[in-house]
């Protein structure tokens, strides 16, 4: 059985100056979570990142599709 197309995403997160924008406090202080072979699994890391961080209304994480950015003319799906 052939293994799934990787695709790859990435998880990072900081704290943010406002809750009203994505303008980060300190880019020396960004959260870089881990780079992961699919939305699912990247969506996993997401998840716990930001429940660890709930009582922090400015601590925001992002996943970034970062094959897009690889083939941005490609199709993909999740």
Known sequence: MAEPKQLLHFVFGGELESADEVVFKDLGKLDFVGMYP??????KAWAA????????????????HIHRLMEPDADHEH
């Open 38 to 43: 699919n939305f699912a699994e990247a969506r």
């Open 49 to 64: 990142k930001a429940q660890a961080t709930v009582d922090n209304a400015q601590m925001r994480y992002f996943v970034v």
